[in-house]
């Protein structure tokens, strides 16, 4: 069974920290040499007057160390996504610098200016609404192009992006009065989705760009727990429905309409004789049944001596 491990920021600030500093990387710049990354203006300021890297001491270059460092738009990504607030917070101490520096303000692009708004840069929020549609999976209709019955079953919602693809089941369940029976998936396309997912996992997984709402699709099938569970009974109910030798089969249960047990009755107790699926004659010596041999008492004996029966080469007495 997927089991699912939740870990705290903290124990990947290492990963996204600068050891210069002691923040999260802002603008991250990678060694090439050693592959060790800082933000831009603490490595920039620390290799005017050294040459090696501040984590392992390899030297950087030899006159221009400035020439080895490549800015890493990936990891920055990355930060930004994982540490909530930070981009916007960055963005706007960004405005506010040029706002009372206007001077300096042509140069750069527009984020170094603090110009780029959340949706450009796809970053997502916690408290953030987030606009989705949902309707009933149909693969049948993969590939064809939108109909009017199709956008007739549309569902449209905004939802925090915190929310989770388990909540989304619960709502659907509950607004569709969907039997305990029955599973319903959420879907993104053709693939079912995590119960731990979050709206903004599913944006930052599938690239949602922002174009629409986020498309949706939900599914409902029989429960697979519910159909092994009735099978178990069902099972149950055959065993305790058969009378040991007297019964040749499961099938031969299965068959006979005698001897079919009720699920709506409850289990015999051990006082109670279990009818037997087909009438067997008392008669004295051996009988064979599919080649097994049972010993039946005779009727005017006047002890009750126990019966004997030997089945697959094993005797009970």
Request: aromatic share 6%; charged share 25%.
């Amino acid at each position: 069974m997927h089991r699912t491990t939740r870990i705290k920021i903290t124990e990947l600030n290492p990963h996204l920290m600068c050891v210069l500093c002691g923040g999260y990387f802002i603008d991250a710049t990678t060694i090439i040499e050693c592959l060790h990354s800082f933000c831009k203006m603490c490595i920039v300021r620390y290799l005017e007057t050294s040459k090696y890297c501040p984590i392992c001491d390899v030297q950087v270059h030899k006159t221009k160390p400035l020439l080895n460092i490549r800015s890493d738009k990936t990891l920055q990504d990355i930060v930004y996504k994982l540490v909530p607030g930070l981009f916007k917070n960055e963005m706007k101490r960004r405005r506010d610098f040029y706002a009372d520096h206007p001077l300096d303000a042509s140069n750069g692009t527009n984020e170094d200016r603090g110009e780029v708004a959340d949706e450009e840069k796809r970053i997502i929020t916690d408290d953030e609404i987030i606009s989705l549609s949902i309707e009933f999976f149909d693969p049948t209709r993969m590939g064809l192009g939108p109909e009017g019955k199709q956008l007739a079953n549309k569902r449209y919602l905004q939802c925090p992006a915190a929310m989770t693809v388990m909540h989304l089941r619960k709502f659907l369940r509950s607004k569709m009065d969907i039997p305990n029976s029955y599973q319903v998936d959420v879907m993104y396309e053709d693939e079912p989705l995590k119960d731990y997912y979050t709206l903004m996992d599913i944006a930052y997984i599938y690239t949602w760009r922002r174009n629409g709402p986020l498309p949706l699709k939900y599914r409902v099938r029989p429960s697979c727990k519910k159909m092994k569970v009735s099978h178990s009974e069902q099972d149950g109910q055959n065993s305790t429905g058969r009378s040991g030798p007297e019964s040749d089969s499961a099938s031969d249960k299965a068959r006979s309409p005698t001897g079919a047990p009720s699920t709506s009755s409850s289990l015999p107790s051990p006082a109670t004789a279990t009818q037997s699926p087909r009438p067997l004659q008392t008669t004295h010596g051996n009988n064979n049944v599919n080649g097994t041999s049972i010993t039946f008492p005779s009727g005017n004996s006047g002890t009750n001596k126990p019966r004997k029966v030997a089945l697959n080469g094993s005797s009970s007495g």
